[in-house]
């Protein structure tokens, strides 16, 4: 299977998924679950970025090849093609796609964007000039024996494991392997090596391979050549640099470079347990960021309207990794954003990216902004707030548990019997008289106990600001004939600009979706959650969170709902042996077995716990985070207590998808949480 790239009316860069098989005159295209596939009879031309080559097949910048001629669907050009069947991992096969000769071309278009999965060595998929007229050859360009590729530095292919060692998966049998650094990410490849360089130390092959504690968290590269740094190196300071490691034979001639994934060198020297995010005290708000390769980073402090002015710029300091600054305790309910500066794997540059808080508990409404919210202030608070712990439906045994799973807006929407402010969202469900809350209550009465709310965080896909919906017309849609295209084609129209999507493409995981809340700017959402949970609790209904740790919606520093890869680049997400973002979950999947993101969710789970007092949370593709991530939550969740949290960990219930697969597939990446590993914890 490979991904290939396609575009239309200017907008390139997106992929889906193509398969060939043998040497037939057709490909199989597979698209995310939940797009809808069209073809445009547009000109441009479609490539496929094939698998990465092998060390002895190694390519450099592809040569021009002949574009694809034609493609065409079975069933004509116009309108959206329905996935025939799905095919499980995320992915449906749509109908077959013959490749013909003659002139012209197509492209074929995917309604919602893919992100980046192969970056570079780009093949084209071409029509074969050979005997089989239409069979599908690749061009490979050709390069001199030997020789490095030149965009060899593009791809992470070596590990920096910890402060003393790096693994690389090539024959260190008489050769010599070097560390190049640049702080402005000047490296590039030349005749005899790396030029562009401000540091170059060499390693030591250690033939003892690699430490046992780097096997048991990566075993996916348990098998690589290890190679050792000097204890004298400033390692620190090289992590914030572009970083490439070379290799070159008995002759001296370079044979080989890649860069490097950091993440086992970053969990070695820069682990932290200490504050992050905004912490109130009495005098001031400091700011914490955890941003260990970052070269500057700035806090943008504006006043206290989603668009107002700049106040205040600060320069953070730094320390072990860590970014501090502070502000008068009188800035609560402004806004702020960081300015982060640090080498991004993904451009090959150094670039300067404004982001939000990754610990952000309140944003603006159009989410470009952290709001500095006390959660904990009492005016967030509704009446009977810190005794609901003592409030809280019966709950004796795991066991007794019956869930009905709802969407927050479809709940209301429609309901003619909730104030018309409130539908939709968190507020409905204080309204105790509506058909829908009476619903729930027989339900309650009748011995269900929980009520699975899908993703309330702050994703992606839904305007936060109600007035920019588009919606569709429905008396135009009942006019249609049933076995109307056209009904399709309407809600597709708008799809990117209505109020509606299940919410599975994570921004920020601590804050409540605005989209929700009757005013979503400032504090407003964070009391309106609170009133839908207690309003739920007191018909006797339990609260579960739909959380969707396993991947984020975007990357890179461009994208304006990329966080992680902003602050930390290369270190929240998993990466395959070359460097690349891994896509199994959908798209960018998260690494649990990186301490910082596995803190990242265990401090999320205990905040919604404790500030929201929710009752249970539903894990989205749990089997693709760790086992030890899961474990810990749990313990970290049950040891919550009335007196000291106002929260009864012992009866909050932990549940996911175990679902095995991808690049965490038997254990692939460490003990994950599948169904089978995750027996005999509690954990559902």
Known sequence: ICPVEYGHSGRAGRRCFARRVGRAAWITLLVPSRRRLACVVSPASIRVQMPSPTPSSRLSSPAPARPLRHLLPRRGCSGFAAPS????????????????????????????????????????????????????????PSHPPNSV??????????????????AWDINADNASVYVYASKMANLCLANDGVEGYDVRIQLEWD?????????????????????????SVDVANLLKCQLAVVCFGAQGKCINATGLQLPGVLDDLFSYDGPLGAVFSEEDISLYLWAPTAQAVHAYIYGDQPNGDLLECIQLEENFGIWHGSVPRTWEGFYYVYEVSAYHPSTLKIETCTVNDPYARGISSDGKRTLLINVDCDSLKPLGWNELADEKPELLSFSDISIYELHIRDFSTVDNTVDPDFRGGYLAFTCENSDGMVHLKKLSDAGLTHVHLLPSFHFAGVDDVKDKWKFID?????????????????????????????GYNPVLWSVPKGSYACNPNGEHRTLEFRKMVQALNRIGLRVVLDVVYNHVCASGPQNDFSILEKVVPGYYLRRNADGCIEHSTCTNNTASEHFMMERLILDDLLFWAVEYKVDG???????????????????????????????????????????????????GRGVNASQFNICETGIG
């Open 85 to 140: 069947r799905a095919i499980g991992l995320g992915f449906s096969r749509f109908p077959r796609f013959p490749l013909l000769t003659g002139a012209g071309a197509g492209v074929v278009a995917v309604s919602n964007s893919w992100e980046s999965y192969y970056r570079r060595h780009r093949r084209k998929l071409t029509i074969s000039s050979s005997s089989t007229m239409h069979g599908v050859s690749v061009e490979e």
């Open 149 to 166: 590729p030149q965009d060899s530095l593009s791809y992470a292919r070596a590990y920096w494991v910890s402060k003393s060692h790096i």
């Open 207 to 231: 033939k003892c391979g690699l430490p046992a504690n780097v096997t048991q968290k990566f075993p996916h590269i348990r098998n690589y050549a290890a190679f050792k740094i000097l204890s």
């Open 474 to 502: 429905d008396f135009k849609l009942s006019k249609l004939p049933p076995d109307s295209d056209e009904q399709q084609a309407e809600v597709t129209a708008i799809q990117d600009q209505d109020g509606y999507n299940w």
């Open 617 to 667: 949370f539903r894990f989205d593709l749990m089997g693709h985070i760790m086992k030890r991530t899961m474990v810990k939550a749990k313990s970290a969740l049950q040891s919550l207590s009335k007196d000291k949290n106002g929260v009864d960990g012992a009866k909050i219930y932990m549940y996911g998808e175990g679902w095995d697969f991808g690049e965490v597939a038997k254990n």
